[in-house]
Structure formats: C-alpha cells, structure tokens
C-alpha cells in the first residue's frame, strides 16, 4: 500500500498532455494539462520522479523534447512559451524569445542533439535557437498549407547546405530546410512530391546516428 501511495503522489494531478524520452532510454519527461513538467529518470527496472518543473503560467504542455547529449529540455505550452531547462541541475535555464505575440499555441519543440539548436513552431512561425537562446533563423509560414509539425535534424554547424530543419503541413506535405546564417532565414531546399499522406502531418522524426537518412 505504501509503494502504491508512493507512486500516486509522483503522478501529475492532472491529466498528461505531452511526454518525450531521451534517445539513450534513461531519461522521461512528461507534462500535464496542469502546467507542469515532471523530470524522470529511468535505471532498467523502474521510474524515479527526479523533479517538477513551473514555469509555463498555468497553461497546458503542448510539446517536449530533452536532449542528454546537450544536457537540455524544451518546453512549450498553449500560450505560446517556449522554455529552457538544464537536464544536469533539473532547474530552469531561459526563455525562447521567438516574439509572437498574438497568443499562438507552441506546436512543437525540437532540439539538434549535434549542436543543441532548438527548433520552435508556435503558430505558423518557425525558429531556431542556439543553446544560448539566440535566434539563428526564422520563417513566419503563411496561412495556406500551414506547418502541423517541425523537427530538427542532427546537422552539424559546419554544414552550411544541410537539412537542418523538417516540417510536416496541413495537406500532407514534407518541406526539406536548410539555415541561412547571413540573413536569418529558414531556406527551402526541398519538397518531397507524391507524399502518401492526405491529412495533415502531426508527428516527425529524423533517424540514423551518422547520416540521418531516415525520415519518419
């Protein structure tokens, strides 16, 4: 009875609305409807709640990713927040300024484990950041066929032609991007035609340790 009160009491009191695990399976990050992230870690037989992180303002979680070899999770809400946390310390790091105000839900968070640049959709608008919250490039999508996902790729800071960005869209669309340094901007270098899908996109995920060749 104990054990089974202990493990209610890690619950979130809300229900969960996004949840992610680290690549290397030993970390799990959920979050709740209730604003909430709960930080766990995993040691081959069960869960343990390391930590409980506030910040997002009583807004529901929308989107989570945690990187293990940047040492970072990222965060958004459907207030549009998008958040920093350093995994090593389990406190909060910075905000991700990506400055759209208009009340736009966070769709997705996703970080580039070879750099630690984290890509933002909130609304229709797309950024990317470096570690250091700086923004790196940015691409406001219009109102037709908008973005229903975006995922980073791998693609190292030296590549400067390379995908670094995937995002799914409204009719079923893959769009390929690359990072344009100079100017700030999201570059499309690709669209991938005759897409088996008809509805929208809602998850991504790009696969292979070396050449991230797979696409998901």
């Not at 493990?7 to 009191?13: E, G, I």
Request: aromatic letters at 4%; proline letters at 4%.
């Amino acid at each position: 009875v104990n054990r089974l009160l202990t493990v209610h009491d890690d619950l979130h009191r809300a229900p969960i609305s996004a949840a992610k695990a680290s690549l290397n399976g030993n970390w799990l990050v959920t979050g709740s409807v209730d604003s909430t992230l709960r930080v766990w870690s995993y040691d081959g037989s069960q869960l343990g709640l390391r930590a409980t992180l506030c910040g997002h303002d009583g807004s529901h979680i929308t989107s989570i990713d945690v990187s293990t070899e940047c040492g970072v999770i990222a965060s958004g809400c459907g207030l549009g927040k998008v958040l920093l946390w350093d995994l090593r310390t389990l406190t909060f790091v910075r905000p991700l300024r990506h400055g759209k105000t208009d009340g736009s839900p966070t769709i997705s968070v996703s970080i580039n484990h070879w750099n630690g640049n984290v890509v933002t959709l909130v609304g229709t608008l797309l950024t990317v950041f470096d570690i250091n919250g700086n923004l790196v490039a940015q691409h406001d999508f219009p109102a037709l066929n908008p973005p229903k996902c975006a995922t980073s790729t791998d693609c190292p800071e030296w590549m400067a032609d390379g995908i670094a960005v995937v995002s799914g869209h409204e009719n079923g669309e893959v769009r390929l991007r690359s990072l344009s340094y100079d100017d700030r901007k999201v570059v499309l270098r690709h669209v991938v035609e005759m897409s088996p899908h008809s509805s929208p996109i809602t998850a991504l995920r790009v696969t292979g340790v070396e050449r991230q060749d797979t696409l998901i």
